[in-house]
């Protein structure tokens, strides 16, 4: 991971940065697994196949508000073993 989320990771991050940068995140791998063909979609996904609408799709999921369950640290680095 870069330096650059390192610091938005800290105990002190609020949770609305952690729940953007997992959206961005996710978009992110999402459109990069679409672009190399790793994605299939069936049933009811089956119109996510046509690129128009599955960039539409993740347009319409940045607009969202995302929920992230963050738990406060349990005593730093020294406490994990």
Same mark, same amino acid.
Request: charged content about 20%; hydrophobic content about 40%; some cysteine.
């Given at each position: 991971?870069?330096? +650059?989320?390192?610091?938005?990771?800290?105990?002190?991050? !609020?949770?609305?940065?952690?729940?953007?940068l997992f959206r961005g995140k996710l978009r992110g791998?999402?459109?990069?697994?679409?672009?190399?063909? +790793?994605?299939?979609?069936?049933?009811?996904?089956?119109?996510?196949?046509? !690129?128009?609408?599955?960039?539409?799709?993740?347009?319409?999921?940045? +607009? +969202?508000?995302?929920?992230v369950y963050a738990k406060p640290r349990f005593g730093?680095?020294?406490?994990?073993?």
């Amino acid at each position: 991971m870069s330096s +650059k989320y390192l610091c938005l990771l800290t105990s002190s991050s !609020p949770v609305r940065v952690l729940s953007r940068l997992f959206r961005g995140k996710l978009r992110g791998f999402l459109e990069t697994a679409r672009a190399q063909g +790793k994605l299939q979609f069936s049933g009811q996904l089956t119109a996510f196949a046509d !690129p128009t609408r599955f960039h539409v799709w993740l347009h319409q999921l940045r +607009k +969202k508000d995302w929920v992230v369950y963050a738990k406060p640290r349990f005593g730093g680095h020294s406490g994990v073993r």
